[in-house]
């Protein structure tokens, strides 16, 4: 075959449509034997594939490779894990959204399955992260209702009572902890979580009324709230305008002091609102600081890695 193509082109032609025609039947059988070959995917390769995507990081073509494997091999043995690795992927990469939808269907399609447990508690951490504390509550819930493992129910507590504390809802956070087992609560470090948060009293406050009832005194109440450079600017901008609108009134400049006046008063309250509002930014700062120590001293690390231990925890359900 290839020396008749050569013998074809070793003699100029001009390129006629006789000419082409020529050509295309000589290669046909080439290239019909070259579309012959079938590229074979095994399940195998194709799971490793998407495992090191995942191992390096490249989360999202980890969830592109992930999904082939599920696609190809529906029935494979390694399908619910390869669901849940592809809504870690989505988890990892911060697509939070995409992370609660994918841990959902592995729950739906497994759901009396240790990999529905673990998905369970990923969907209220992506919800966490989308700020839908609401629904992570209820996910958690609905674990706690499905489940009778002790160690699944204790690891459900535990999540509901760190949401609180997200929260700020202390009491909520300390009867979700006293919820926990006593065979599991060294694991969780409850002790000094405790004793920890028994130290909630001392979390420095200031009051917004108080703040604001100072900012009569322009100035006075962003001192109250520490916020020194804004206390002096205020005391001065204030200060000049309401000078500044007597002397224009003391020279019979009517017009002058009323629009003095009016700016005054814009600013007058605005000193006032802006004190309030410090102070709720100061106890929101403190709070934040007090949560992100007592997480740094005594939160677990329960992440969601596919070859913890706890993928051996279990579901029983009661109908």
Not at 41 to 64: H, K, L, N, P
Not at 68 to 92: N, T, V
Not at 127 to 137: E, K, S, Y
Not at 151 to 168: C, H, K, P, Q, S
């Amino acid at each position: 075959m290839l020396r008749r193509i050569a013998a074809l082109f070793s003699y100029p032609f001009r390129l006629t449509s006789r000419g082409l025609l020529c050509a295309f039947l000589l290669w046909t059988p080439v290239l019909s034997h070259a579309a012959g070959a079938v590229v074979q995917i095994d399940a195998d390769a194709q799971y490793r594939f998407a495992e090191r995507y995942f191992s390096t990081g490249e989360y999202s073509r980890a969830v592109d490779e992930y999904k082939r494997f599920i696609y190809f091999f529906p029935d494979d043995g390694r399908l619910a894990q390869a669901m849940y690795q592809c809504g870690m992927s989505f988890y990892l990469d911060r697509r939070y959204a995409d992370a609660a939808a994918s841990f959902n269907e592995v729950i739906e399609k497994f759901t009396d399955t240790p990999w529905a447990v673990k998905s369970y508690l990923m969907v209220s951490e992506s919800q966490i992260h989308l700020n839908q504390f609401g629904a992570a509550v209820i996910t958690l819930h609905n674990l706690i209702t499905l489940s009778k493992a002790v160690d699944v129910r204790d690891e459900a507590f535990y999540r509901l009572g760190w949401i609180y504390i997200e929260t700020a809802s202390w009491d909520n956070a300390r009867i979700y902890f006293e919820k926990i087992s006593s065979a599991n609560r060294e694991k969780f470090r409850l002790e000094r979580l405790s004793a920890e948060l028994s130290q909630r009293a001392g979390i420095a406050a200031k009051s917004p009324v108080l703040a604001g009832a100072l900012s009569i005194v322009p100035g006075g109440g962003f001192l109250y709230c520490e916020r020194y450079q804004d206390a002096l600017i205020a005391f001065l901008l204030n200060g000049a305008l309401i000078w500044a609108g007597y002397e224009a009134f003391d020279n019979d400049n009517k017009a002058l002091g009323a629009l003095l006046t009016f700016v005054e008063v814009g600013f007058y309250a605005g000193n006032i609102y802006g004190a309030v509002g410090s102070a709720h930014k100061f106890n929101r700062t403190k709070t934040e600081g007090f949560i992100e120590n007592l997480k740094k001293n005594t939160k677990i690390d329960l992440s969601g890695d596919p070859q913890s231990s706890s993928i051996r925890l279990s579901l029983r359900f009661a109908f």
